[in-house]
């Protein structure tokens, strides 16, 4: 390689998106959604399951078909996890079948989207987290698919991974050809193996301009009388 080229300068940007474990989750989401259900009774509305008591519960009408009860985030969000309370009273037992779906679609009241779990053997009064592997949407969803069902909840509470969004732009120097993509994309690669281990999970790499070189800056000499 010629030395003409040892003092070339180049940009790349890297757009980047990371995910935060979960011990670094945001705020129950749920607090800030607006809630509805496909019936009610006995006094049992549907911001019932979200505020923040797990004594007052939700309430479906008696024994309907395939009851439902929806939180709308107002906003799309990665859920990594879904908990939920089941009465304290009684009857346990018809949370079972209750399926969690999640998405962001509301065609059949948005009970088509994605199925996070299906809810089998929660005791009366018992409260569980689901993990829903950071599944994409902006409703969540319970319903219980059947004949003659009841759906009651007393607390649902929903976390999303805590995503950073953010854009760097990285100016270095190159004796390579850059100008040649496999050099360029050489380059892009080396980067993508430090950004990993730097801890940044999804990120995309790419030229703020193409590669090329740049020429040093002429420095002007001492001024003389007969220089302007």
């Given at each position: ?19 935060a ?17 496909s019936?009610t ?22 024994t ?34 209750a ?81 040649n ?15 990993i ?5 999804v ?26």
């Amino acid at each position: 390689m010629g030395d003409n080229r040892a003092g070339a300068r180049f940009g790349v940007g890297v757009f980047t998106t990371t995910h935060a474990s979960s011990a670094q989750e945001e705020e129950n989401l749920a607090l800030g959604g607006r809630t509805v259900q496909s019936s009610t009774a006995i006094y049992g509305e549907a911001e019932r399951a979200i505020d923040t008591s797990p004594l007052t519960c939700t309430h479906t009408a008696i024994t309907t078909s395939n009851p439902w009860w929806r939180l709308d985030l107002l906003d799309s969000y990665y859920i990594s996890r879904v908990f939920i309370t089941n009465r304290p009273d009684c009857c346990g037992y018809r949370l079972d079948g209750a399926e969690i779906r999640i998405g962001n679609s509301l065609e059949n009241n948005g009970n088509d989207n994605p199925r996070c779990a299906v809810l089998y053997g929660v005791a009366t009064g018992q409260s569980v987290s689901v993990s829903c592997g950071d599944m994409n949407g902006r409703y969540v969803n319970f319903i219980i698919p059947g004949s003659s069902k009841i759906l009651t909840l007393c607390d649902v509470q929903v976390y999303s991974t805590k995503v950073k969004k953010g854009v760097m732009r990285i100016n270095f120097t190159s004796s390579l050809d850059m100008s040649n993509p496999a050099e360029s994309n050489k380059v892009l690669n080396e980067m993508k193996t430090t950004l990993i281990s730097e801890g940044f999970s999804v990120f995309t790499l790419t030229w703020t301009k193409l590669p090329q070189e740049v020429k040093p800056e002429t420095k002007l000499g001492p001024c003389t009388n007969d220089t302007f």
